[in-house]
């Protein structure tokens, strides 16, 4: 089993930056990929970015050169940089892991970024 905990969420004016993380436990060495979604009100849940395990990354393209998905190994955490955010990246922010049978969902952080 694999327990993801999201941390870093808040108020920003637009224009600001924040950094979420997500700390993996359990049975790490399962995980195969791990992945940054959100979901505004009103929306379907959307894949923000990806990265695998052996750490190759990819972003929804709305998002490419603002965000930057990352991970300390070490800590068993995986970082999403947010920069120039904007209102519209008001959502819950949630981390995910898939294992080979499995996906593994955190209880989100909320992003509020006020105009």
């Known amino acids: 089993q694999v327990q993801l905990v999201e941390s870093g969420g808040g108020l920003v004016q637009a224009g600001g930056s924040l950094r979420l993380s997500c700390t993996a436990s359990?049975?790490?060495?399962?995980?195969?990929?791990m992945a940054w979604y959100r979901q505004a009100p009103g929306k379907q849940r959307e894949l923000v970015a990806t990265?695998?395990?052996?750490?190759?990354?990819n972003y929804a393209d709305s998002l490419k050169g603002r965000f930057t998905i990352s991970r300390e190994n070490a800590k068993n955490t995986m970082y999403l940089q947010m920069n120039s955010l904007k209102p519209e990246d008001t959502a819950v922010y949630y981390c995910?892991?898939?294992?080979?049978?499995?996906?593994?969902w955190g209880q989100g952080t909320q992003v509020t970024v006020s105009a």
């Open positions: 359990g049975i790490i060495v399962s995980i195969a990929a």
């Open positions: 990265i695998t395990r052996g750490g190759s990354t």
């Open positions: 995910n892991a898939r294992t080979w049978s499995s996906e593994f």
